[in-house]
């Protein structure tokens, strides 16, 4: 449970007497519904020495989305340190039900954020995927960013700790070299970096929510890769996004290669339990 320390400074923050609930949806983080007499937020917790910057990086993602005003993004309310202890509060998304039309403007939606482009691969600044730090150093192309800036550090991070073998990482150097075939010359585009389902929100309004961001500017296949990794959106959602932007022929090849990354992070973070995934791709190279 939150500290005494912690839970008067919340209160101090929000300016009222506040009640705590734990709620799903931390992986990570201790999460909490906070109520006050007039208003309802979520609260996530963590330690500042074991992933620091976290809060503020996920603050500065969100405000890059939401700055394009195309997709509802939480209100933060506060984002504060106490004690080594890191606290983000968030405005309160009261969910609805996901209808066809949620889907249809889910896929509107991000389509046209995929249209919200940058003259480099990267981001000005590094964040977190998961609990691993994620480097964004500025590349001006795709397949250079890719590998140095996504697939190596987490091959040599899995290699660290022999859940890859040698052998391994020749097949991914195999692959490496047919990355310029595989991925069609894109702007750099602006990404959520982290949209698997328990990433967005259908709202009271039945609207799409988006939460817990690792942007950076990428190739949009990264986005919709990972919607397919662990399931759970729409085949409206697809149809919506491919009639908005359409698809290059060869996207399942991509969306393919582009799950690389989050299966790697999934390996370095839960074990070998992802490894049968990576390997089924990078032996077809």
């Known amino acids: 449970m939150l500290s005494h320390n912690v839970q008067l400074h919340i209160q101090a923050l929000l300016n009222d007497t506040c009640t705590f609930n734990t709620v799903g949806g931390g992986s990570i983080n201790d999460t909490y519904r906070i109520k006050t007499d007039k208003q309802t937020f979520f609260c996530k917790i963590n330690s500042q020495a074991t992933l620091p910057g976290l809060f503020d990086a996920e603050q500065s993602g969100l405000a890059l989305l939401a700055s394009q005003q195309l997709i509802r ?66 590349t001006d192309s795709w397949t250079d960013f890719f590998i140095h800036q996504r697939l190596q550090p987490q091959i040599n991070l899995a290699l660290d700790h022999k859940l890859l073998e040698p052998a391994h990482a020749k097949h991914f150097e195999k692959l490496y070299q047919q990355l310029g075939v595989i991925f069609q010359a894109e702007p750099p585009t602006l990404l959520h970096g982290d ?27 990264m986005d919709l890769a990972m919607t397919t990794l662990f399931g759970g959106f729409d085949a409206r959602f697809y149809e919506s996004y491919n009639y908005h932007f359409p698809l290059p022929t060869n996207y399942r090849q991509q969306w393919e290669v582009c799950n690389l990354y989050p299966l790697l992070i999934h390996l370095n973070l839960f074990g070998k339990s992802y490894l049968a995934d990576i390997l089924n791709t990078i032996r077809q190279y």
């Not at 606290?87 to 509107?108: C, H, K, P, V, Y």
Request: proline share 4%; charged share 15%; glycine share 8%.
């Open 73 to 138: 993004i939480p209100k933060v309310i506060a984002n504060e340190q106490i004690n080594g202890t890191q606290i983000l509060i968030l405005e309160w998304i009261e969910q609805g039900l996901r209808s066809d039309a949620f889907w249809e403007t889910f896929g509107r939606q991000l389509a046209t954020l995929h249209h919200v482009h940058h003259n480099q691969f990267g981001l000005a600044t590094n964040n977190y995927m998961g609990a691993l730090p994620q480097s964004n150093k500025l």
């Open 195 to 221: 949209l698997w389902s328990g990433n967005f929100l259908c709202d009271d309004k039945g609207k799409p929510v988006l939460i817990d961001p690792a942007v950076y500017y990428g190739h949009r296949s």
